[in-house]
């Protein structure tokens, strides 16, 4: 008989993804070399902007470190989504 998954591992699972889409994106973001061809959508010098003006976290992380740090986390809270899951079957 196949049993959903409970609901605590299925939010466990979706707060796992988004970290780690997040973490992802600013590890990428931090590793690009030239950002601007990523995040930039205007042409002319008026309507561009540096994605890099505004700071996701304080001075002392870096945005590489804290892409690192979600990435981690995503997969501690994998592992406890499935652990939750095998273990209310």
Partial sequence: M???TPRSAAAL???A???AVIGALLW???RNS???SLFL???SDS???SPSAWRVWSSA???ERLGMYLLGAALVLALAARLVATWRE
């Fill in 28 to 30: 990428l973001r931090s």
């Fill in 17 to 19: 993804a988004s970290s």
């Fill in 34 to 36: 030239s950002a601007d």
């Fill in 41 to 43: 959508y205007g042409t």
């Fill in 47 to 49: 309507e561009t902007h």
């Fill in 2 to 4: 196949d049993r959903q």
């Fill in 61 to 63: 992380v870096t945005e």
């Fill in 13 to 15: 699972y979706g707060t």
